[in-house]
């Protein structure tokens, strides 16, 4: 979040010449096997080396995130099921290193998950097309069965005030056969001050790269978040 933009190299090719923060990048091709990922300023200054595995085929954000003992980097795994039918796959990832754990919940007070903690990313659960209003609270309400799709709800719920106190809040159109990840970033240095970026592909896009995600994060099918 504190950070200027930076640059991320594997070995020493240089992989993203720019990335601000809550960007995402394309997914972008690097060998399998071992890689040392390095997190540079535009200056040339090293922030962070770390050495990751990159598995063939198998397309992964790696996220650049704030801790306490200063950057990280986060590999998300982006192999998931086809979306089936007109159905679509949806996730989150929390990685606000000033968060509680944290609840998405819909308008109408169900409970997508719960306790979603600080470089946690849920499980994939389907979604139906449609409208959704979602919202990022602390609470003690139990989740849907995991195994229930997120269905839409009715339109009356759209903008109406939550039965709750939320911290954050987001309207999704989600499309059909599409995969969507919702990252929970930080939004300033105080405590659960966070805000949301949705990042997404669709099936007919081949997701087999490497993209990253600046939310101090992403990689290989990476995606860089910087916090």
Not at 74 to 84: A, E, L, M, N, Y
Request: aromatic residues 12%; glycine residues 6%.
């Amino acid at each position: 979040y504190s950070y200027a933009p930076f640059r991320i190299y594997v070995q020493n090719t240089r992989m993203v010449r720019l990335l601000n923060y809550d960007a995402a990048t394309n997914y972008l091709q690097i060998p399998a096997g071992y890689q040392t990922v390095t997190v540079t300023g535009t200056n040339g200054y090293i922030y962070l080396q770390k050495t990751l595995p990159f598995q063939d085929n198998a397309p992964v954000t790696v996220a650049v995130v704030q801790t306490a003992g200063g950057l990280d980097l986060v590999p998300i795994s982006d192999v998931c099921c086809p979306p089936t039918g007109a159905l679509s796959n949806f996730r989150m990832s929390n990685l606000a290193y000033n968060s509680q754990p944290l609840d998405l919940l819909l308008a109408d007070g169900r409970v997508v998950y719960t306790d979603v903690q600080f470089k946690e990313t849920t499980y994939f659960k389907q979604i139906r097309p449609g409208t959704y209003q979602f919202y990022l609270a602390e609470t003690n309400l139990l989740p849907m069965p995991s195994y229930l799709d997120i269905e839409t709800m009715d339109s009356a719920f759209i903008g109406v005030a939550p039965p709750f106190s939320a911290l954050a809040s987001l309207q999704l159109e989600a499309a059909p056969r599409s995969t969507y990840t919702l990252y929970v970033l930080s939004g300033g240095s105080g405590s659960n001050e966070i805000q949301t970026l949705v990042d997404y592909w669709s099936a007919a896009n081949d997701c087999t790269d490497t993209a990253y995600l600046n939310q101090d994060v992403s990689m290989e099918t990476t995606v860089y978040l910087q916090d």
